[in-house]
C-alpha cells in the first residue's frame, strides 16, 4: 500500500518550498547548469507537479515539498502584546495594545513506510526538513549567509490555511523502539549493501512562525478585507 500517493483533494495538508531550495543544496553555486541529484529529487519524481498546483502570471512554478499522508493535529498559538498600565488608588489594571504577534502552528503527524519506495520518500522528507531549517554558510557555498528556506503551508481549504508562509522553528521526530525498519540502500553508494533504516512508523512534529514580509503586510493588508476573508488566499491568517 502506497499511502503517500494517495491524493484525492488539494485540500490535504502540506507543506512546499519554491523549487530553487535545490540551489541550496547542490554542489555548484551555479543555478543553472547544475542537476539537483540529492535525495529531495525522490520528492519531485514521485509527487509530479500536479501534487503541488502553484502559479504566477499564469506560468508554473515547480515547487518541492510533501503532503501528510494522515491526518494530522493541528494546533495554532495566536498571541496579542498587551502593556498594562495602572492607576493610583484604582481597584483595576488597564491593558494598552502594542502589537500583534505572528501566529505559531505545530502540526504533528504519523508517517508510514511499508516499501522500500515509501521508505525512501520517507528519508527524503527528513532531509527536506534539514534542509530548510539550515542557512548557507561556508567559503564553497552559492550566496553564503542566506537564511532558512521560506515555506509555504496549506490545509483544508483556503479560510483555514491556504499557501500560508512559515518558517521552521523545530521540527522532531521519533525513532520507535517498537516497530520494524526498512533499509534503503543510500543515495550516491556504489555498495548497495551500505543502507540506511527508516521505522515503518514514525511521528513528526513541526513548529511554524508565519513569516510574512514588511512590505506585502503594509501594501496588502487592511481590516476590512481581512473580516471579509478576501486576504485568505494570500496567506493572512
Known amino acids: 500500500m502506497t499511502v503517500y500517493n494517495t491524493f484525492t483533494s488539494p485540500n490535504r495538508c502540506q507543506l512546499y518550498t519554491n523549487f530553487n531550495l535545490s540551489e541550496a543544496i547542490k554542489d555548484s553555486g551555479d543555478p543553472e547548469k547544475i542537476t539537483n541529484t540529492s ?13 503541488f498546483p502553484t502559479s504566477s502570471s499564469g506560468s508554473s512554478i515547480q515547487t ?34 502594542i502589537r500583534g504577534q505572528a501566529p505559531s502552528i505545530t502540526v504533528s503527524g504519523q508517517f508510514s513506510a511499508n516499501t522500500v519506495q515509501e521508505a525512501t520518500l520517507l528519508l527524503a522528507i527528513l532531509q527536506f526538513l534539514r534542509s530548510v531549517t539550515k542557512q548557507r554558510f561556508g567559503t564553497s557555498e552559492y550566496l553564503p549567509g542566506s537564511p532558512p528556506q521560506v515555506c509555504y503551508f496549506t490545509a483544508y481549504g483556503k479560510y483555514m490555511f491556504k499557501n500560508v508562509p512559515v518558517v521552521i522553528q523545530n521540527f522532531n521526530m521519533d525513532l520507535p523502539e517498537t516497530v520494524d525498519y526498512v533499509y534503503v540502500p543510500n543515495p550516491y553508494e556504489s555498495n548497495r549493501e551500505d543502507t540506511t ?8 512534529s513541526i513548529t511554524f512562525l508565519v513569516q510574512y514580509r514588511p512590505s506585502d503586510v503594509r501594501k496588502e493588508f487592511n481590516m476590512r478585507d481581512f473580516t471579509q476573508g478576501k486576504l485568505s488566499n494570500k496567506g493572512y491568517i
Not at 74 to 95: D, H, K
Open 64 to 97: 518541492l515539498g510533501f503532503i501528510w499522508p494522515y491526518t494530522p493535529t493541528i494546533n495554532t498559538n495566536v498571541s496579542v502584546e498587551y502593556a498594562t498600565t495602572g492607576i493610583v488608588n484604582s481597584p483595576y489594571q488597564y491593558n494598552n495594545y
Open 39 to 51: 535525495i529531495l529529487q525522490f520528492l519531485i519524481e514521485y509527487y509530479g507537479e500536479e501534487m
Open 197 to 204: 533504516g527508516v521505522p515503518t512508523l514514525m511521528t513528526i
